[in-house]
């Protein structure tokens, strides 16, 4: 089966810029997750959809953070504007309903440089 | 807030010799999962424990769950260059479908 694709790769702006990551989950798999990975650290969930709607956003900064699940596929993450500290690699990953069994399927992430 | 650490959080060894990597959670867990990320990509799911004191074996790899479900381990007998990577442990915390990802053990073999 396909993985979990993730668009850009990577990516370079400039602070007070804005950007957007594109993610699009597994055929199937209803729960989709956005994780920022700061280097040297492990993942921290940021925002976790059911379908189309949100479960849990609770570490998503919402004042320049914003997160979209259209039709229950696809989903977009925008940071606008971006600060240096939210240089790291942005992970979406998907799971069928729950992923205490297979665990999470990551795509292979955005590196963003705010710079 | 619940917090899981991992120790070491670096560790170089030989090729041939083991190696082990310990998960710690400030909190009771109902399960935890462990995931591999190599240089440059992406974690990669390895294996879940659920049980109170379960082992689980992979070849070369042997997963613990402690028995008060606070802590676990991760232990690979004569390693190889192919082990090269970053070990993360996740811990589910109970009454929900959250994972909290460890700090993660990064792992050099020297060939």
């Known amino acids: 089966e396909a993985g979990v694709a993730q668009s850009p790769r990577y990516k370079i702006i400039e602070k007070r810029q804005s950007v957007a990551f594109w993610c699009n989950p597994i055929s199937g798999h209803a729960t989709l997750y956005w994780y920022q990975q700061i280097l040297g650290q492990g993942p921290k969930l940021l925002i976790q959809?059911?379908?189309?709607?949100?479960?849990?956003d609770s570490q998503l900064p919402k004042d320049r953070f914003s997160a979209e699940r259209l039709k229950g596929v696809d989903s977009t993450l925008k940071i606008q504007p971006a600060k240096l500290e939210d240089s790291a690699v942005y992970l979406c990953?998907?799971?069928?309903?729950?992923?205490?069994?297979?665990?999470?399927?990551f795509g292979s992430g955005t590196r963003l440089t705010v710079v | 807030g619940q917090q899981v650490m991992q120790i070491p959080q670096y560790q170089h060894v030989q090729e041939g010799e083991d190696f082990t990597t310990y998960c710690n959670s400030s909190t009771t867990l109902s399960n935890i999962q462990w995931y591999k990320q190599r240089p440059g990509g992406h974690p990669v799911f390895l294996i879940q424990l659920v049980k109170s004191g379960e082992v689980k074996k992979q070849k070369r790899l042997t997963f613990q769950f402690g028995e008060a479900k606070k802590n676990s381990s991760l232990h690979i007998t004569a390693t190889q260059t192919t082990d090269v990577g970053t070990y993360f442990c996740?811990?589910?915390?109970?009454?929900?479908?959250?994972?909290?990802f460890g700090t993660g053990t990064r792992l050099k073999v020297l060939a």
């Open positions: 959809f059911q379908n189309n709607g949100v479960v849990d």
């Open positions: 996740a811990g589910q915390r109970i009454g929900t479908y959250k994972y909290i």
């Open positions: 990953a998907s799971s069928l309903d729950r992923p205490d069994t297979y665990g999470y399927t």
